[in-house]
């Protein structure tokens, strides 16, 4: 403290974990086998060591931040989306080089290449089985998360698919073509195309797979709730091998949808 530029404030710069930048430790094994948790618990311990030693900043007001050395190599474009896995294991991005990438979250490694896409990945999303993902191609691709394999390829969008979210048996998704779209994530059928928005649905959010409400965001500047699709029987043909029906929608009676505005 005598020695301090400023007595307003003090900052301690540490570098963490061992190997990185200027930092150094006798013991070689600590550069082996690094991961976030060790990195964490090291960085804990010497700061509980410095305070023990200065003692007289123990009543200051403390804060923490961080910079990550971490880096993800890989894309040989843009990087447009990222996404955990449920589970926390794993990370992926999508890119402008029509690719998603899957990463070991603790080592950072690159596990999978997704390729398939024609064009820029736009949107990522996650269920405990399956990863989804969202293209300027107008398709999206449902990749199975324990062989990581393409199993089904999503065609129905006639514009980008900018959003995704999932809730209750269900994958959404959103487009520039002003739709939002429901797909059943066992059949992987679409069961409904609603639309309620006049412009791009820009984002979709709920609370996860088991959610039972999903809201969608537009450039029309309007939000629209949606509920869980809920079938019913279809009307009485109008004419012989008709089905009557001019839209999937009018299939979902069960849907409700909230104001947008």
């Given at each position: 403290?005598?020695?301090s530029?400023n007595?307003?404030a003090?900052?301690i ?40 030693v ?7 007001p ?21 996404s ?11 890119s ?32 405990s ?7 300027w ?12 394999q ?13 959003a ?8 959404i998704s ?14 992987f059928?679409?069961v409904?195309?609603?639309e ?8 979709l ?5 088991d959610?039972?409400?999903v809201?969608?965001g ?7 709730f ?14 012989a091998?008709g ?19």
């Amino acid at each position: 403290y005598n020695h301090s530029w400023n007595r307003i404030a003090n900052v301690i710069y540490v570098e963490m974990p061992s190997g990185v930048g200027y930092s150094h430790s006798r013991n070689a094994n600590k550069y082996r086998n690094v991961t976030d948790a060790a990195a964490a618990a090291d960085t804990y311990a010497f700061l509980q060591r410095w305070l023990d030693v200065f003692s007289g900043y123990k009543g200051h007001p403390f804060y923490v931040t961080g910079e990550s050395y971490g880096v993800l190599a890989g894309h040989e474009g843009g990087v447009t989306c990222c996404s955990f896995s449920p589970d926390g294991l794993r990370v992926i991005t999508g890119s402008k080089d029509k690719t998603a990438r899957v990463w070991d979250a603790a080592t950072l490694n690159c596990v999978a290449i997704f390729d398939g896409h024609q064009d820029n990945v736009r949107v990522l999303t996650a269920d405990s089985k399956h990863l989804y993902s969202g293209s300027w191609d107008k398709t999206i691709r449902v990749w199975d998360m324990r062989t990581l394999q393409c199993v089904q390829v999503l065609e129905g969008h006639v514009e980008a698919v900018l959003a995704l979210t999932v809730m209750k048996n269900h994958l959404i998704s959103g487009s520039y073509d002003t739709t939002v779209r429901f797909w059943n994530t066992e059949s992987f059928a679409c069961v409904g195309k609603f639309e309620g928005h006049e412009d791009a649905v820009r984002v979709l959010t709920s609370t996860g797979e088991d959610a039972e409400t999903v809201y969608s965001g537009s450039y029309d500047g309007s939000i629209g709730f949606w509920s869980e699709p809920i079938a019913v029987a279809p009307p009485p043909s109008t004419s012989a091998g008709g089905s009557g029906l001019s839209d999937m929608s009018d299939a979902m009676a069960g849907l409700s949808v909230g104001s947008a505005s």
